[in-house]
Antibody, heavy 130, light 113 residues
Framework: QVQLQQSGPGLVKPSQTLSLTCAISGDSVSSNSGAWNWIRQSPSRGLEWLGRTYYRSKWFSDYSLSVKSRITINPDTSKNQFSLQLSSVTPEDTAVYYC????????????????????WGRGTLVTVSS | DIVMTQSPDSLAVSLGERATINCKSSQSVLYSSNNKNFLAWYQQRPGQPPKLLIYWASTRESGVPDRFSGSGSGTDFTLTISSLQAEDVAVYYCQQYYSTPLTFGGGTKVEIK
């Protein structure tokens, strides 16, 4: 059974960097069938996709333009996990942060990753406050 | 960006009755090459992460009760709970995966009348 286990601090000071980790069990961060996302949820912004990383013969990462200048999502193959770093945070970045998986479907030898989220971590409430 | 608009914001339905939630996208999420709608539905119970219910607009995820069904095409979609159960009290979200940024609707809260 695949599980995603999130970890990281729940309180970050303004202007600092938010860092979270999502450890994967039952799957591999470097598999050609999984893809790994970060999503956040706040009352003001609702559910907001932040970005993703995935391995398809090489590593890919891409991000929402709303945070592109501040975000990094990195895989860590040695620990089978992936991370989120969001720099220069403000109180507007206060939210519950989720990691989530998207899966690849193969039909008659043709494989495609479809970007719905079939597995979620439990979420981490991150508050940005001094 | 594709904007997803859900209606109503909330609804109260009697146990055993039908609940209907609407989702409209600002542009079509129907991909012509495979004739599939890139639209998913999620259920979020209090204190829990969202749970995938339906993808391709109408395909139920494994283990999802058949009282949940999805329909629609192009820009207009519906999630129907045919006979509301107490455990269905939750917020429901639609999400398009046609293009990035991946975007969600604002949610519909379903309560018991």
């Amino acid at each position: 059974q695949v599980q995603l286990q999130q970890s990281g601090p729940g309180l970050v000071k303004p202007s600092q960097t938010l860092s979270l980790t999502c450890a994967i069990s039952g799957d591999s961060v470097s598999s050609n069938s999984g893809a790994w996302n970060w999503i956040r949820q706040s009352p003001s912004r609702g559910l907001e996709w932040l970005g993703r990383t995935y391995y398809r013969s090489k590593w890919f990462s891409d991000y929402s333009l709303s945070v592109k200048s501040r975000i990094t999502i990195n895989p860590d193959t040695s620990k089978n996990q992936f991370s989120l770093q969001l720099s220069s945070v403000t109180p507007e970045d206060t939210a519950v942060y989720y990691c989530a998986r998207s899966s690849t479907v193969c039909t008659r030898g043709n494989c495609h990753t479809y970007w719905y989220f079939d597995l979620w971590g439990r979420g981490t409430l991150v508050t940005v406050s001094s | 960006d594709i904007v997803m608009t859900q209606s109503p914001d909330s609804l109260a339905v009697s146990l055993g009755e039908r609940a209907t939630i609407n989702c409209k996208s600002s542009q079509s999420v129907l991909y012509s090459s495979n004739n599939k709608n890139f639209l998913a539905w999620y259920q979020q119970r209090p204190g829990q992460p969202p749970k995938l219910l339906i993808y391709w607009a109408s395909t139920r995820e494994s283990g999802v009760p058949d009282r949940f069904s999805g329909s629609g095409s192009g820009t207009d979609f519906t999630l129907t709970i045919s006979s509301l159960q107490a455990e269905d009290v939750a917020v429901y979200y639609c999400q398009q995966y046609y293009s990035t940024p991946l975007t969600f609707g604002g949610g519909t809260k379903v309560e018991i009348k």
